[in-house]
């Protein structure tokens, strides 16, 4: 539960700050810093399938096609139960990429909140 809490407050203050998300990119720079500030993600990848899915989604970060974003966040089980293509991914892949990168920058998620 507090995990959810501190995620839905700092997506909300994130958005008043820089807008609503459109592309893939700025869906998944949103998402990462909104787990790394909840306390991180109660999923994950193994090392292989995180390189596999980060080296999937790189073609697609400037899409901004719902069936893509969805798609590429939530992976191929989920986009094909709502009748759209799948990229190749695991589930959740995306948002597992987005809190990798997001961990990776030097910044606090705190930061980005101007």
Excluded: C, N, W
Aim: aromatic share 10%.
């Amino acid at each position: 539960m507090r995990r959810e809490t501190l995620a839905a407050v700092y997506r909300s203050v994130y958005m008043q700050r820089h807008g609503l998300p459109k592309t893939l990119h700025q869906i998944m720079r949103q998402e990462g810093l909104v787990a790394v500030f909840a306390g991180g993600l109660p999923f994950a990848l193994d090392d292989d399938d995180l390189a596999y899915s980060r080296e999937v989604i790189q073609p697609h970060l400037d899409a901004t096609h719902f069936p893509t974003l969805f798609a590429g966040l939530y992976g191929d089980e989920v986009a094909r139960s709502a009748g759209y293509p799948p990229l190749g991914l695991s589930p959740r892949a995306g948002f597992v990429v987005a809190y990798y990168d997001a961990r990776q920058g030097s910044a606090a998620p705190e930061a980005a909140l101007p």
